[in-house]
């Protein structure tokens, strides 16, 4: 991001078209799992988080309020698609993780490698969601507690390892 | 990329999982089934009294249909887009739970107090 750029665009302009990409990234990879079939023996509407991925890496790379946005115009585009309660459910899951992705990643000594975070961020994002789901209908849902927080370490772990292959690749990647 | 705090971070977490699950898993077999809608009751089925297959339509915007039968309860219906409620499938044990969030209602099972005349409900 800080190399002189070809096309003289502003820091500002740069950074603009960068937070585009990264929602658009978050947008479509929300879009793909919503394609996928069904997870078989998993607890049902558990997915796999996959535009996490994105605000985890905008929570570290740019910084909290662009990652905030992006949860945001995440929960915009959930609402679209798929009604207001989903809305409410991907606002809840997407700004919580974010946040203590963002505070976890604040942490002078890193006390979390990429893995460790990617599980801290999916069982934030379950939990939000869960007091969500048990505010907007009963409390008996805390019954998908256990659950809920096996399906977040195993896709927090799936995060974290992609993350970590994709960190490089991203970081490589420049708007000039 | 894996750190060892990570490592004691993830093994915390499955320890309570493990717990928790422990201390949901009722030992009764079956129950009571309360289906609400918006928060409030508005069916009480005694599981172990059922003898019948019979389907509970509630209607509303997304025209629920519960598939009531002897000792278990499930979502056999609902216009919703995500179909989670339906995917839950069958409800048998006390604690156990299943929603649907676009319609706000929930079918759980607890467990029989025996406090209630069965029947004048």
């Known amino acids: ?176 | 990329m894996i750190k060892k705090q990570d490592v004691f971070f993830i093994l915390f977490f499955l320890l309570l999982a493990v717990v928790l699950l422990f201390c949901f898993n009722s030992t009764k077999s079956t129950g009571v089934a309360v289906v609400e809608r918006n928060g409030t009751e508005c069916y009480r089925f005694d599981l172990g009294k059922q003898k019948t297959t019979q389907i509970i339509d509630l209607g509303g915007e997304y025209h629920v249909k519960l598939l009531l039968e002897p000792g278990a309860i499930s979502f056999r219906h609902s216009d919703c887009r995500d179909q989670i409620c339906v995917r839950t499938g069958k409800l048998t044990k006390p604690g156990q739970v299943a929603v649907c969030l676009p319609a706000k209602i929930s079918v759980r099972i607890i467990e029989d107090k025996k406090t209630f005349d069965g029947f004048t409900g």
């Open chain 1, 1 to 176: 991001m800080n190399q002189p750029s070809k096309l003289n665009l502003s820091p500002r302009t740069r950074s603009v078209a960068f937070n585009g990409l990264l929602t658009a990234l978050a947008l479509v990879l929300s879009a793909i799992e919503l394609a996928l079939p069904p997870l078989p023996l998993l607890p049902p509407g558990a997915k796999l988080g996959l535009s996490n991925l994105v605000t985890m890496y905008a929570a570290g790379a740019v910084g909290l309020a662009p990652a905030l946005c992006i949860a945001v115009i995440k929960g915009l585009f959930a609402g679209i698609t798929r009604g207001f309660t989903a809305m409410l459910m991907s606002l809840s899951g997407g700004l919580l993780s974010t946040l203590v992705m963002w505070l976890l990643l604040r942490i002078k000594s890193r006390p979390f490698g990429l893995v460790g975070l990617g599980v801290a961020g999916a069982l934030s994002h379950n939990a939000a969601q869960l007091l969500v789901a048990s505010l907007l209908t009963t409390p008996a849902v805390l019954y998908y507690l256990p659950w809920l927080i096996l399906f977040g370490i195993l896709s927090g772990i799936v995060t974290g390892l992609v993350l970590s292959v994709m960190m490089p690749l991203l970081d490589k990647f420049t708007i000039d």
